[in-house]
């Protein structure tokens, strides 16, 4: 009888101790929880963000409230949710324009690795090589044929100085060796603009954001930056099949600060999954080529780093900085 006293108070004392907080995960959310979307309205991460709380809202029957806090490639929101306790009543919707930023900025009011949890990244985003229908071009192989035979004449348009669309030409033409002249735009839309207009040649924008223009012709896809070829446009090529290895996609994804409860973490992780798993919140983003892209918070952990460590090398090869 007193060896079994022995084991069973030691065991009481730690039920105690963690009775509060799985009580609080499995009550949470007691109340309406905001989630900050560090970009403007209307971009891709407004879309993901607003699509797949909306449904959060219905399936934990607590609101889930968007407020849009753009500015300095999200990273003033990013600075503001940072300083919000991690009690997992403000969360973040923040693409892997938050790793470049880390690289792009000489200081940040805010550790990129060490100030939030990952909780599940959203979407999957893939860039496509375009180019303008009047270059005489039908494949990746002929673009890079064509770049090296005219160098330095040919422009590339980009979203601005470190965006995605820069950092994944300046990829390109460093895989490729090819020199482009890059002419950065304020945005993705005036970058796209520039190129249907021919005052650019050539952009690798992400395919959401030139959809309607490649289904219109307006447009020419030589090759996409996922490793595969998608399922949206079957008939064009991954870059990779050109240039062995290159891969470069980007992702929007769900954010905690730190200290936020694993079991809340956890719970988040798994009603998040779900609604990425609903086939009207799946087929919708998979429409604007937004493929849900599930993950535990572990394997975004680890997406993470490995990102953190893609992008220092893409951002210098870039030579992009901002001040």
Do not use: C
Request: positive net charge; hydrophobic residues 40%; glycine residues 10%.
């Amino acid at each position: 009888m007193k060896r079994f006293l022995r084991i069973a108070v030691p065991a009481a004392v730690l039920a105690a101790l963690l009775s509060p907080l799985a009580a609080f995960s499995q009550a949470y959310p007691t109340r309406p929880v905001r989630v900050i979307i560090v970009f403007p309205p209307g971009g891709s991460n407004d879309v993901v963000g607003r699509l797949v709380f909306h449904k959060m809202s219905e399936q934990l029957g607590q609101q889930f409230v968007i407020e849009n806090r753009g500015g300095a490639a999200g990273s003033i929101g990013a600075a503001y949710v940072a300083a919000q306790p991690g009690d997992g009543y403000t969360l973040m919707v923040q693409s892997a324009t938050h790793i470049a930023n880390a690289h792009l900025y000489k200081k940040l009011p805010y550790d990129t690795l060490g100030d939030f949890i990952g909780i599940t990244t959203l979407a999957r985003q893939v860039g496509a090589l375009v180019v303008h229908p009047s270059l005489p071009v039908k494949t990746v192989k002929d673009f890079i044929a064509l770049a090296k035979k005219r160098p330095g004449e040919i422009v590339y348009s980009s979203a601005g100085s470190g965006s995605y669309v820069h950092l994944a030409g300046a990829l390109f033409w460093s895989s490729a060796g090819v020199k482009l002249i890059h002419v950065p735009y304020k945005g993705g839309g005036p970058s796209t603009t520039a190129l249907v207009s021919g005052e650019s040649q050539s952009t690798i924008a992400t395919i959401g954001s030139v959809y309607g223009h490649l289904k219109a012709g307006r447009v020419k896809p030589l090759g996409v930056t996922s490793d595969k070829r998608t399922t949206q446009f079957p008939d064009v090529p991954a870059i990779a099949e050109f240039l062995p290895g290159f891969e470069f996609t980007a992702w929007v994804g769900a954010f905690a600060p730190k200290g936020t409860p694993k079991p809340v973490i956890d719970k988040l992780n798994e009603n998040l999954k779900k609604v990425l798993a609903d086939p009207g919140v799946a087929s919708k983003l998979t429409a604007q080529t937004l493929d849900p892209m599930p993950m535990t918070p572990e394997q975004f952990a680890a997406r993470l780093k490995s990102d953190y460590d893609k992008y220092e090398k893409v951002v210098r090869i870039s030579g992009a900085k901002i001040d």
